[in-house]
């Protein structure tokens, strides 16, 4: 638990800190044939190493020493205008789209292709000046005020048709051009505003999907402490603490409300470009203001901000973040932004060791990406991020970062052939939902239970033996999976339980945490003790939980050790459910050698509630025990300590890639041969890598059944 705790400390220090957090109609013109048709379009890499470029911040002389310090690099892309509004309006309905045409053109002769965002984090002074009624209202009833960004209220109309606007213009300019390949809609989405207009929305939203207010009542139980309504104007807006029915649907709110903010946007891209240019925004990982999953829907690529703030990458919790953005559309995604050694916004903005970041990067397009962009290339000479970590330092001169980077871009155009159509495909899922998330941060019960962290646990714990984890839903089709773990799974609907009851009873094994199964859709309890409505299929439920103040032991299959924090106190109702765990004899009495892990088979399937806090050995024995149960086949136990593994593949050959994230150096002995990508010569195979701290070694093979093991 003390691990646990520390990775919540640094968890919310990365998100609570989050820099953006913190934070700091006239008809448009087409593009001029002429500029766009100057270079035909070089060959898209199959990884791309990109920076965050700002071009409106420094003379068009630089541009090209710039452009030129980037192609050495391998830079193959740059984002860019994603905070420019002023310069590409810089009056209302007087759009200059110029100068960003010729920063694609310079681009484009440096063989950099362009991402373009859109500008809407950082509205212009003369928008909210004219329009106040645009800026967000934080919960206090402030107004937000201009001189930072993301000040807009997403919910206002006239912010909407701004950007709106905004977008197409772009859109109309370079949604056929040769050289930009995708857009990014906004930047970072995160706050919510809180004013009477927005409330009325809310509450527009709440009649379209409850119809009634007696319905509306019934389901939150609003008899409770005369919270009973009769008129929809009634109802507050409610972060916490709350009605528990009022909390869920606000933050149902405030989703659809950024999928509808970004669909305002998408909409007008899609209608003018190219299906080419793929359409994505910059998620922020565990950031869980919004359902990002929901979000996700509608774009055609996921992407995310990673950045490790204080301290050094710590690869579970990160390549859990990864995972959770490949999982939102099931495919490769982007890292979108990444820092260039240090952070400029935690306590304590130290570097990635020398090594760590080239190793970062290779860790990322292990977990999926298939795009490293580093944020960013030079520091503007003012503004509020001067400490950030760059590429170059304000003298304009490569830093010593730079070599580094240069390496990473090297390394991406010489693997980029044998990962080109590669991705990770997993036969272990670990199920994921923000509504669970929620519900438990809302009523954590003891202080220390940390559902973020809890899934963190149990993903590392079967990353460790599976070395291939998919974070997904409940709501996804399962059954490419034979190991479907669900740690504190706090809220399933009644469609997620069919899903997860056809997955079992068509041979998949599904293992419940602590928690799993409480709730219902409106966040109220289920009649059914948890498991709530998979009790039947288990054989079993949860006859009581403890908040624990206590260490309480617990032995069984797994071995013996510790549970702190929580017990779910289990009974069987079905003689085939056998008892896997059972709790030990201590002064609170209530648990004395009661069931801690029960499981049931069901048919060729099996479902598992695992009631105690494991951690440890018992940890490690739970998850191998259900790892083999369920028929996985990992080619390694265990790898050397600090040495991590990561396997794209398609349906010909497969790409493995080591990373020695530990200060001890490592050999490890392949289980067949396989030849070395980036220092192999003439179809030489080996048996054995070696590798010293950092160090990235990345293999190939053939996969001799498609899409499956050799
Ligand atoms: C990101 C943001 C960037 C920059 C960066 C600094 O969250 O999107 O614009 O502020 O952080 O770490």
């Avoid at 470029?53 to 090209?64: A, F, L, T």
């Avoid at 149990?458 to 033996?465: E, K």
């Avoid at 896997?580 to 598992?608: E, S």
Wanted: aromatic share 10%.
């Amino acid at each position: 638990m003390i691990a646990r705790r520390q990775l919540a400390i640094a968890l919310a220090a990365t998100l609570l800190l989050a820099p953006s957090l913190r934070s700091h109609a006239a008809t448009a013109p087409t593009a001029p044939a002429a500029a766009q048709a100057d270079a035909a379009p070089a060959a898209p890499p199959a990884l791309y190493l990109g920076a965050a470029w700002y071009p409106e911040q420094w003379p068009e002389s630089r541009w090209d020493t710039d452009l030129a310090l980037m192609q050495q690099a391998h830079i193959r892309f740059v984002r860019v205008g994603e905070f420019a509004w002023s310069r590409l309006e810089p009056s209302e309905g007087h759009y200059d789209l110029d100068w960003l045409d010729r920063a694609i053109r310079a681009a484009q002769r440096h063989n950099i292709a362009v991402v373009i965002g859109t500008p809407s984090a950082a509205p212009p002074a003369w928008l909210t000046t004219e329009y106040p009624e645009t800026l967000r209202i934080e919960e206090d009833g402030k107004r937000a005020q201009h001189g930072n960004r993301q000040q807009f209220d997403w919910s206002s109309p006239k912010y909407r048709e701004l950007a709106r606007a905004m977008a197409e213009q772009e859109a109309r300019r370079f949604g056929h051009d040769p050289n930009v390949i995708g857009w990014q809609i906004d930047n970072e989405y995160a706050n919510a505003s809180y004013g009477p207009s927005t409330q009325a929305q809310f509450q527009n939203w709440l009649k379209a999907r409850y119809g009634t207010l007696d319905n509306l009542n019934a389901r939150w139980t609003t008899a409770y402490w005369s919270q009973t309504y009769n008129d929809w104007s009634q109802i507050p807006i409610e972060t916490k603490p709350g009605n528990p029915g009022l909390l869920i649907s606000w933050m149902r709110f405030v989703s659809d409300t950024w999928r509808s903010y970004q669909k305002n946007q998408l909409d007008v891209i899609r209608a003018n470009a190219d299906p080419r240019q793929f359409i994505t925004t910059n998620m922020m990982g565990f950031f869980n203001g919004y359902n990002n999953d929901l979000v996700a829907q509608d774009l055609t690529m996921a992407s995310w901000d990673d950045y490790v703030g204080t301290g050094q990458l710590n690869p579970v919790s990160n390549g859990a973040a990864h995972d959770l953005t490949r999982g939102f559309l099931r495919k490769n995604f982007w890292v979108m932004e990444t820092q260039p050694g240090s952070v400029n916004w935690s306590p304590d903005n130290n570097p990635l060791n020398k090594g760590e970041v080239r190793a970062m990067a290779w860790h990322d397009i292990g977990h999926g990406a298939d795009a490293v962009e580093y944020w960013q290339w030079r520091s503007a000479l003012n503004g509020q991020e001067e400490y950030h970590g760059t590429l170059l330092g304000a003298d304009g001169n490569p830093n010593p970062l730079y070599p580094e980077v240069a390496h990473i871009g090297a390394d991406f155009a010489k693997a980029g052939p044998a990962l080109a159509g590669t991705s990770v495909q997993s036969d272990v899922a670990i199920l994921h939902n923000y509504d669970s998330y929620w519900a438990i941060d809302w009523q954590r019960h003891n202080k220390a239970f940390d559902p973020l962290a809890t899934m963190i646990d149990w993903y590392g714990a079967v990353r460790a033996l599976a070395h291939s984890v998919d974070i997904v839903s409940p709501s996804v089709p399962l059954s490419q999976y034979k190991l479907v773990v669900a740690p504190a799974l706090n809220m399933i609907t009644e469609a997620q339980a069919r899903n997860l009851i056809d997955y079992v009873q068509n041979g998949g094994h599904l293992v419940l945490t602590q928690r799993s199964g409480m709730k219902n859709i409106d966040n109220g309890l289920y009649t059914q003790l948890q498991p709530g409505p998979l009790a039947d299929l288990l054989g079993g439920h949860v006859a009581q939980f403890y908040a624990l103040d206590t260490t309480i032991p617990v032995s069984g299959t797994w071995g013996t050790g510790p549970t702190k924090v929580w017990a779910d106190m289990l009974t069987t109702t079905s003689p085939d459910t056998k008892v896997l765990m059972r709790y030990g004899k201590t002064p609170l009495g209530w648990l004395d050698d009661q069931p801690a892990a029960i499981t049931r088979q069901v048919g060729k399937g099996r479902i598992t509630y695992i009631g105690a806090d494991l951690e440890g050995a018992p940890l490690a024995a739970a998850a191998k025990w259900m790892i083999a149960d369920a028929g996985v086949q990992p080619e390694f136990g265990t790898l050397p300590p600090g040495v991590d593994l990561y396997i794209r593949k398609d349906a010909t050959h497969e790409v493995w890639i080591l990373i020695n994230f530990g200060a001890a150096p490592q050999t490890v002995a392949l289980p067949t041969a396989f030849t070395n990508v980036l220092t192999g010569t003439g179809g030489a195979t080996v048996h054995t890598a070696a590798l010293k701290q950092y160090d990235v070694v990345i293999l190939q093979r053939p996969t001799s059944t498609p899409g499956g093991k050799p």
